[in-house]
């Protein structure tokens, strides 16, 4: 074990630099820890030793945080008494920085010796836990380093000392964006808000912090709640204005979480209890709610989903061993929004992008979306004229097809009609050389259709972007019947190159992504029809973590575009099809204009801005609210059994062939309640069992739509978990 080493200068300071063998990032380890410990033990104990400053051996950083697959595993290794396992692992890793931190002092204060930490760049998670537990932190002038904790945005909080910590450094107002929000700052923005004591020139980083520790008195070295008459920074819970900011941060988590994630909760618990007590009490409170984080089975789900998972896909865990397939040049037919998106987030990628439309001014306006996109980030403060000069230069916006010569990828974004799309696809294949991979960007229309249009279609396949392409972070990729493996390779490298997140699928109508969603939007229809409560519905929804209720979705997506999908559905499935209940309020709406946000009218009413004025009274005078309403329990189970059973039936038809595309793609595709990190994860939290017994329990209630596919009954039988029955990549079997 090297993570870390210590070297003892001539000058009295200790350097224990902190570099992971391996790993272009430093992320600690559980075998890590007595390491650490070792090291400031022999420092604090060699009095030719007079401090000690912390570093990082990784250029540009100092660390990523804890590694996430050992927190996703501390549950499973902590014994046959897990709780009381994890907790004495936390108190053990308290007890580490709580030595960093008191440093050799005695009871009145005295005698420690300084520590300094010494950041060369970003200093996530446990990264800045460390260091806060430090007497000063020192950070080089690096714009591109990001200094935070960001636990909150995979299902945990900072349980190190972190949450604690900051809060009695900055207090809890101050302290709730980085803790709440997971908010991330350059050097100079966190040592404004106080996280950090100073940023130095890189190349005086080092000596810097030498300087400081062999400068440093007992004063300069006790943290403030170590010193009598400590007062926390804006008021303790008691204190008037404490109270105040107290009550504000439970509304604000709570609005935002509406209760669905257990970490926010847990995290404001172990800050407000944690501030009526010492400090070393409140560091047992904060190891208590975050063994109570790590024992919901929510965290480590999402950990998995949002890291592992995620993680796994981008790095290509389902590509074809092919050759390199690095896009160059890309062609993009269509300059409507979704085609400008694509243009945007593929020139910010460093590809040359030919972006074609019909008419002159299309064209030029789908390259102003990239132009008013810099402006927008140039006010920010976040790009510059150069950038957006350089970014502008490598959009070709024309109406000439001889331009795609060279292009190696072509993505055709242009109107949902197959005949339109045909022709491109003709128009295309005459220029492009033989080699080129083409690509239908469609959320609807079955890939190994379109692809009659090509005489080469191995090398057609579709890749489904989300809109607005530069705030989605989701990719899907859809085979085609004949789509061969280099186009499929093609595809991944692209998507990786835009820096998003790819899930492969198989062809079949509304793919993975709209197979699921579209059932959420019909469900939510559905009970408006039967007189459940619009605000029931949608409230249920965000109860479970959606960012929006299936009313409120369909809104934003229009609801004549709902109206098109249906009527195009039930021509292709003829007397199968399930959704006439659903037609019936699609059809009315859209009869009385009623076509969602962008007519400034649909569910919703709203104002002359387009802001939501509440639901619309014709609603509920089409069909009136039922005496009695279904509780809370039903309306969530609907919605959620709606999504996820489609899911399971993607995985039995070889749409989906790995569940980890199926949890991350929902959670990043539609929002899928992340807390449970997916729809596969969420019937393991379940149990198979119970969700085949609430299977039955829906279809005998509301119809055939719930009942339990033959694949989820196999597993309730046996009482199997998905994520136990199919490892890493395994197909349905």
């Not at 809890?172 to 004591?197: F, H, Q, R, T, Y």
């Not at 439309?357 to 510059?384: L, S």
Request: aromatic share 8%.
């Amino acid at each position: 074990m090297t993570d870390f080493t210590m070297e003892k200068g001539a000058d009295g300071v200790a350097v224990i630099t902190w570099d992971v063998p391996g790993k272009s990032m430093n992320v600690m380890s559980m075998e890590a820890w007595p390491l650490l410990e070792q090291l400031i033990d022999d420092a604090l104990a060699d009095e030719a030793v007079k401090g000690i400053v912390l570093t990082s051996g990784k250029e540009g950083s100092f660390a990523g945080g804890m590694d996430l697959n050992v927190i996703a595993k501390m549950k499973d290794m902590a014994g046959d008494d897990p709780a009381k396992g994890l907790f004495e692992g936390l108190m053990g890793m308290h007890a580490i920085l709580r030595k960093i931190e008191r440093a050799g002092m005695d009871e009145r204060n005295k005698g420690g010796k300084p520590i300094a930490a010494a950041l060369p760049g970003t200093a996530l998670g446990i990264g800045l836990e460390i260091p806060l537990a430090c007497h000063r932190i020192f950070a080089a002038d690096n714009p591109k380093a990001k200094i935070g904790l960001p636990e909150i945005m995979v299902g945990i909080f900072p349980g190190a000392g972190g949450t604690t910590r900051l809060v009695r450094k900055m207090g809890a107002m101050a302290a709730a964006p980085l803790l709440l929000e997971g908010k991330l700052n350059e050097p100079k923005k966190a040592k404004s808000a106080g996280v950090i004591d100073e940023v130095v020139p890189a190349e005086e980083l080092l000596e810097r912090a030498k300087a400081w520790v062999l400068e440093a008195t007992d004063k300069d070295i006790v943290k403030p709640w170590d010193e009598k008459g400590y007062k926390m920074p804006g008021g303790e819970p008691y204190h008037p204005a404490g109270f105040m900011t107290f009550v504000g941060a439970s509304a604000m988590v709570n609005g935002k979480t509406q209760g669905a994630f257990p970490a926010a909760k847990a995290l404001l618990s172990a800050v407000y209890e944690g501030a009526l007590v010492p400090f070393d009490t409140a560091l047992k409170i904060e190891a208590r709610w975050f063994t109570h984080v790590l024992m919901d089975p929510s965290s480590g789900a999402m950990i998995r989903s949002l890291f592992i998972n995620k993680e796994a896909l981008e790095k290509g865990a389902n590509r074809p061993d092919v050759a390199d397939q690095k896009v160059t040049k890309l062609g993009v037919m269509g300059a409507g929004m979704m085609g400008a998106g694509i243009a945007l987030v593929s020139a910010q990628a460093g590809i040359e992008v030919v972006l074609i439309d019909q008419e002159q001014a299309a064209a030029d306006r789908g390259k102003a979306y990239a132009a008013d996109y810099m402006d927008m980030g140039i006010k920010r403060g976040k790009a510059t004229e150069d950038k957006k000069t350089a970014l502008l230069e490598r959009i070709t916006a024309t109406t000439d097809y001889s331009a795609l010569k060279g292009c190696d990828l072509v993505i055709e974004a242009v109107f949902e009609d197959p005949g339109i799309k045909a022709e491109v696809t003709r128009k295309v294949l005459e220029v492009v050389g033989d080699d080129c991979i083409f690509a239908t960007n469609t959320s609807t229309l079955p890939i190994s259709e379109l692809a009659r249009a090509s005489d080469r279609p191995e090398q057609f396949i579709g890749i489904h972007f989300f809109s607005p392409v530069e705030k989605m972070y989701l990719v899907e990729i859809i085979k085609g019947a004949k789509t061969g493996e280099r186009a499929v390779a093609k595809a991944l490298d692209y998507v990786r190159q835009i820096r998003k997140t790819p899930i492969v699928v198989n062809d079949a109508r509304f793919f993975y992504a709209n197979r699921c969603i579209i059932p959420y939007i019909n469900e939510g229809i559905r009970m408006v029809a039967e007189g459940v409560a619009p605000a029931l519905i949608d409230n249920a929804a965000r109860q479970l973590g959606f960012p929006v209720g299936p009313l409120q979705l369909v809104d934003e997506t229009s609801i004549d575009l709902g109206a098109k999908i249906a009527r195009a559905t039930k021509a292709a499935m003829g007397d199968a099809y399930p959704d006439a209940a659903v037609d019936e309020v699609i059809f009315w709406m859209e009869s009385e204009g009623r076509l969602g946000r962008k007519a400034n009218a649909g569910f919703f009413d709203y104002d002359d801005k387009g802001k939501r004025q509440g639901y619309w009274p014709g609603l509920a005078a089409q069909y009136p609210l039922a005496e009695e309403q279904p509780d809370l329990t039903t309306v969530q189970h609907r919605l959620m059994f709606a999504q996820v059973l489609e899911a399971v039936r993607a995985l039995e038809d070889g749409v989906l062939e790995d569940i980890r595309e199926g949890d991350v793609g929902a959670i990043l595709g539609w929002g899928f309640a992340p807390w449970s990190g997916g729809p596969f994860s969420w019937l393991d939290i379940i149990g198979t069992p119970y969700a085949a017994e609430r299977c039955d329990a829906l279809e005998a209630a509301h119809g055939p739509r719930f009942a339990c596919p033959a694949l989820l009954r196999e597993m309730a039988d046996k009482n199997q978990s998905f994520y136990k029955r199919f490892d890493s990549g395994a197909k349905a079997a």
